[in-house]
């Protein structure tokens, strides 16, 4: 079992930065990849990042564009997902993911089994 707990979520004008943390607990964690999924009512969710165990590999969805940092610290059991330059259509909930299988690295949200709650990010214009 891995629990997960993420934070950093907020309010933030168009253009503004935030870096969400993503710890986890439980199983260990630093053998397993991490993803971040969004979530926005009415729509799938769908893949922002993830970053393997080893955190030499990581992967961004097109909507990006360079604007995002996916990084580990496995020392912390925290994985981070900066986020600058943001843009109204990034305001969702976002939440990061384990999947059960360790040395593994997906980027389908059906591959990923544990879950946090989420934390809320609004971009206003």
């Known amino acids: 079992q891995v629990q997960l707990v993420e934070s950093g979520g907020g309010l933030v004008q168009a253009g503004g930065s935030l870096r969400l943390s993503c710890v986890a607990s439980?199983?260990?964690?630093?053998?397993?990849?991490v993803g971040w999924f969004r979530q926005i009512p009415g729509k799938e969710r769908e893949f922002v990042s993830a970053?393997?165990?080893?955190?030499?590999?990581?992967n961004y969805a097109d909507f990006v564009e360079g604007r995002f940092t996916i990084s580990r610290d496995n020392a912390k059991n925290t994985v981070y997902l900066e986020m600058n330059n943001l843009k109204p259509e990034d305001t969702a909930i976002y939440l990061c993911?384990?999947?059960?299988?360790?040395?593994?690295?997906?980027?389908?949200?059906?591959?990923?089994?544990?879950w946090g709650q989420g934390t809320q990010v609004t971009v206003s214009a």
């Open positions: 993911a384990v999947p059960e299988k360790t040395f593994s690295y997906y980027l389908d949200s059906f591959r990923y089994t544990y």
């Open positions: 970053i393997s165990w080893t955190g030499t590999t990581f």
């Open positions: 439980g199983r260990s964690f630093i053998n397993s990849a």
